[in-house]
């Protein structure tokens, strides 16, 4: 009688392990078609823009990041998106007599 005891309670066991390992197979299967189509519809680019020049570097502007970075960093330290240098537009000085 323990013996099927025993038994009983180790499939019970492998049994709800199994079907919480299957509810979060399917959940996550689910996540990454959503995130696809969501990529699909809203792309994102996949750089940095630097939005806050400090006097040590820049601060990125990715809303989950906003992390301080060194000025001679190619890549945010956080989040490891690439930065792009928005160029100055240089002023042409014009003289007139």
Do not use: D, Y
Request: aromatic share 10%; charged share 15%; net charge positive.
């Amino acid at each position: 009688m323990p013996a099927i005891f025993l038994i009983l309670v180790c499939f019970v066991g492998v049994g709800f392990s199994l079907l919480l390992f299957g509810g979060w197979l399917i959940f996550t299967i689910f996540r990454l078609i959503a995130s696809g189509v969501e990529s699909l519809i809203h792309p994102r680019s996949n750089r940095a823009v630097i939005s806050q020049q400090t006097s040590a570097g820049w601060i990125c502007q990715r809303a989950m990041c906003r992390s301080a970075n060194p000025s001679h960093a190619r890549f945010c330290r956080r989040c490891g998106r690439a930065v792009v240098v928005e160029p100055v537009k240089a002023r042409m000085a014009v003289a007139s007599l």
